[in-house]
C-alpha cells in the first residue's frame, strides 16, 4: 500500500510539473540552449548524452545475465534486473512516442512547430520526442544500481540525472520529455526490484 501511494504522489508530481514545463518553459528553455550553448559545452554535453544510450546497458548486462546464471546466480539476477529495468522502460517508452507523437526542438527552431499530434502515430526521429527515452535509460540504470548498492544511491541520481539534462542541452529534447523518461525508468526499476527481490524470491536464491 505505501508503495502504491508513493507512485502515485510521485507519478502525480511529475505530471504537475511536466504539465507546467510544456505550457509555460519548455520552449524558452529549448530556445535558450539553442541560442547560449557554447562549443565545450555542447561538446561534453553530446559525450555524456551517450551514455544514456540503452545499448550501452543492455548488451553488457544481458551477456553478465546469460554467462553468469549457473555459476553465480546472484550476480546474474542483478544483470538480469538490470537488462529488464532498461528494455522494459525503454518499449514503453516506445509506444508512449509514437502514441503522442510529439514534435522535437529542432522542428520548433527551424520550422516552429511546437507540441503533441496524438494517435497520428508518427515514426520518425523528429516526432517521437515524448517520453525522452535517454532520460528513461538513465533513470531505470541509476535506480537498479540505487537499489542494489544503497549507500551510493546520491551519486548514483545525480549522474542519471546529469545524463538526463543533457538531452535538452544538445537540444534533442524538452525539459518535460526527460521529467516524464526520467518517471518512467524510475517507475519501471522500483517495480521490478520489488517483484524480483520480493522476500518470497529472495528466500529461494
Known sequence: MFSEKRYFFVGLCCCFVATLLYLFADAPIAWFFHYNTTPPLREV???VTHAGDSLWTLAPSLILWIGLWKFRRRDARRAMFMFLSVACSGLIGIGFKVVMSRARPPLLFDKGEFGFAPFTFATDFLHNSFPSGHAATAMSAATVFA????????????????????????????ASDIVMGGLLGWLTADILYKRLYSSKTATRH
Open 45 to 47: 554535453a553530446e559525450r
Open 147 to 174: 537499489l542494489l548498492f544503497p549507500t551510493l544511491r546520491i551519486p548514483f541520481y545525480l549522474m542519471g540525472i546529469m545524463i538526463c539534462s543533457t538531452r535538452v542541452i544538445v537540444g534533442v529534447h524538452y
